[in-house]
């Protein structure tokens, strides 16, 4: 397993190839809401169904690295739909 | 030199020693109290004899009651010579003891007052006095027979206390080992007589409490031992026998196919279909030798701190996709328990691709054994281990199968029509052992069969 590294602030956060997949598909996207099922087919390649708990796990995971230690909160949950990256929420 | 008889011999000498030692030092001191009276006595006659010609009246009390003490009755042989100043000699006794003065021996008992000897039987003491302006010199010896004779028999009765000290001793010692090591020697009997064709056999256990009797936890832990040799070996034989057996199978099916096919003329396409199944055969046992060294390779490996740190959950996601890609129709629904309080309780030291095996095999079987092709995998990931749990809707195992579906080559009753060789639990329960881990199995609601690796950090 590949260990990736991204930079916020200058400081360097280690991510699993996981994280790092779901990163970067929410930053090419960013301010778009990304829907579960997307998420899975583009990063899990589908492998399992869409009840499973394993995005929200890892979006806490990413959350922790790259949010939890800054003000501004980046990754954003739009109940119901989907997740974003964005520098402010959308309102 | 055998345990017994050096126990034996070491319990005499320490015993003897000290019996000795103690009978000695009683002689020694009987023996210097016996001299120093003695020497007493003549002191006595000495200053008396000297009192006596000086006419010394007023001894002064201390010394009137040690000659009260010691004058009574003569010494036998009694040696007396008085000498004044210059050395004369003023009185002996016998009278017609002829004695020469050694002047320069007086000379120095006049620093020191008194001068003791031993001439063969007889004691002696020399004296300067100087009492009242008188000064004289005194020679007293005699013989002190009857405390002689005393000390000669106390020779002796040292001498057979001693002797009968260390023969008692010797021979309870002897007794004793005997009967202590009665037990350990009848136990080394029996197992001399326990070889690898008799392992069922057993020593007997005597009476006793195992916490407090050691030779009845030697006879356990004995018994014990070859409990598990027992296992070991039976496990062994059974392996090998399955083994064989597995192989004799499709080697049986490809030597009777190519009979056939050598007795008949064949066509090209009937030689090519005939090759395809040989060649299925021979991929099957392909697949059992493969299974059988990767068993074998771990025994080799042992568990290491230092293995580089496994991300699970991306392992098993991983193990999930390529299952995906072999076996097109299963489903698998991959979900953690609940939110891993910690990233890196996700994290443990393990041998990836070992693990990848074991997790490829449980969703394998939960596959093949599924009624749905339906395979649930949960995450749970806690601070001090790590569970995989497999589960699937199927046939269930019997209570009995429970322990032995982990035993190579062991095939429940649901595996009639599922190809393979009752050897994948085997294997994944050897890689969760090598991982401090174990594999547990357990039914739920009647009809879900849930497999458990754990793996402890």
């Excluded at chain 2, 405390?147 to 010797?170: D, E, K, M, P, Q």
């Excluded at chain 2, 699970?312 to 891993?340: G, M, R, S």
Aim: glycine share 4%.
């Amino acid at each position: 397993m590949n260990k990736k590294t991204v930079t916020r602030s200058g400081k360097n956060i280690n991510l699993t190839a996981k994280e790092f997949a779901l990163l970067v598909l929410l930053c090419r996207n960013t301010g778009k809401v990304i829907s579960k099922q997307v998420i899975l087919e583009k990063v899990w390649e589908l492998s399992f169904d869409t009840g499973t708990n394993t995005i929200e796990v890892y979006i806490s995971f990413l959350r922790n690295k790259i949010d939890k230690p800054f003000d501004v909160k980046l990754i954003h949950t739009k109940p119901g739909f989907g997740y974003y990256v964005r520098e402010a929420p959308l309102s | 030199m055998s345990v017994r008889i050096r126990f034996v011999l070491t319990l005499t000498l320490v015993v003897s020693i000290i019996l000795i030692g103690s009978l000695l030092s009683v002689y020694f001191l009987y023996d210097r109290n016996r001299k120093h009276d003695f020497a007493k006595r003549l002191w006595a006659h000495g200053y008396t004899e000297f009192a006596n010609y000086y006419g010394i009246k007023d001894a002064g009390k201390a010394t009137l009651e040690k000659l009260n003490y010691y004058l009574p009755a003569t010494p036998i042989n009694f040696h007396l010579a008085l000498l004044d100043s210059n050395y004369r000699v003023i009185k002996t006794e016998p009278a017609d003891w002829n004695y020469a003065a050694d002047t320069s021996l007086l000379q120095s008992v006049k620093t020191k007052k008194r001068i003791d000897f031993s001439e063969g039987s007889l004691q002696g003491i020399i004296l300067f006095i100087n009492k009242q302006g008188k000064k004289g010199y005194v020679i007293a010896s005699a013989y002190d027979k009857y405390s002689v004779a005393r000390l000669s028999s106390l020779r002796l009765i040292i001498f057979v206390v001693a002797a009968a000290g260390i023969i008692i001793t010797g021979l309870f010692a002897f007794y004793y080992v005997l009967v202590a090591t009665r037990p350990l020697v009848a136990l080394s009997l029996q197992m001399r007589h326990i070889t690898e064709n008799n392992l069922k056999l057993r020593v007997k256990v005597g009476k006793g409490n195992v916490k407090s009797n050691e030779i009845v936890q030697i006879a356990t832990n004995f018994n014990n031992m070859l409990d598990r040799l027992e296992k070991a070996f039976q496990l062994q034989k059974n392996f090998v026998h399955h083994a064989s057996h597995e192989l004799r199978t499709p080697l049986a099916t490809m030597l009777s196919q190519t009979e056939s096919a050598l007795r008949k003329d064949l066509t090209v396409k009937d030689a090519y279909k005939v090759l395809e199944s040989l060649k299925e055969d021979q991929q099957e046992m392909i697949d059992l030798t493969n299974s059988l060294l990767l068993l074998s390779q771990y025994e080799n490996i042992n568990y290491s701190i230092h293995w580089p740190k496994v991300r699970i959950d991306e392992l098993v996601q991983d193990v999930i996709v390529t299952a995906k890609k072999i076996f097109p129709d299963i489903n698998v629904c991959f979900d953690f328990a609940e939110t891993p309080e910690k990233e890196s309780y996700l994290y443990f030291p393990g041998n990836e691709t070992l693990l990848r095996s074991a997790v490829r095999n449980l969703i394998k079987n939960a596959y093949l054994y599924s009624s749905d092709k339906n395979v649930k995998v949960i995450m749970e990931a806690l601070s001090n281990a790590v569970y995989i749990h497999v589960e699937n809707k199927g046939a269930v195992l019997s209570t009995e199968d429970h322990d032995r579906m982990f035993l190579p080559f062991f095939r429940g009753d649901n595996a009639q029509n599922v190809k393979g060789f009752g050897l994948g639990l085997s294997i994944v329960r050897r890689i969760a052992e090598l991982h401090k881990g174990s594999i547990m199995y357990e039914i739920i609601d009647g009809n879900v069969n849930r497999f458990t690796l754990l793996a402890k950090r």
